[in-house]
């Protein structure tokens, strides 16, 4: 895989692209593609999600290969395939590109250890090939965060509650958050709660996955610790 990280044109056929059936808000599996209960109930800080895949089998083996074996290769089958499914959100929906586009930030001891910031890869991509600003500063980690594994969606909005700050003027802007993979959406909530605070108008989150009850746990780096959300409490 790290020969050049690329994918021949019947393998891209079978990665597991996220089906038309999704609530538009958290991008989980909702018949005939309706706003979903859970988001009907207690709607998330984003105003909506947009996810190129399904994390399953074999597209999570290529995303841990990205983030921990740096197969930095990927960026653009990752970035593009998200590309192709935001242009496809925003033709339907008749709505116009962000004004900025801003990568869910690492704690700064995990971006010591990883040396990159995956999601900033695909963030940096996206916005050039869409002539929009790329933000390094629009949303900070101010706050090392445990863990979220194991816990169920109430307890991670606890535990990432005061995790970020925005650390640039974006009143008025409609802002797109990208992150690799959604579990909850409780980080990416807690993301959008803080630039809603700060001015930004309408906040999206675009994942290259989107994780659902088929998806197996995230991903467990070279210490033994689950790396993002973490297993998924369904």
Known sequence: ??????????????????????????????????????????????????????????????????????????TPLFSDALLLAVSRRAYEAGRAMPDRVIALPLASTRLAERGFNQSALVAERIAKKLGVASSARGLLKIRETPPQAGLGREARLKNVRGAFDCGESIAGQHIAIVDDVMTTGATMSEAARVLKNAGASYVSAWVVARADRLSPQLGVNADGNVDGDGAIPF
């Open 1 to 74: 895989m790290r020969a050049g990280g690329c994918l021949c044109e019947d393998c891209r056929i079978a990665l597991p692209r996220l089906s038309t059936a999704a609530c538009p808000s958290c991008a989980g599996g909702s018949p005939q593609g309706l706003r979903c209960g859970q988001c009907l109930a207690r709607p998330p800080a984003f105003d909506e999600t947009v996810a190129a895949f399904f994390y399953r089998f074999p597209l999570d083996k290529l995303i841990l290969s990205f983030k921990f074996n740096e197969n930095l290769a990927l």
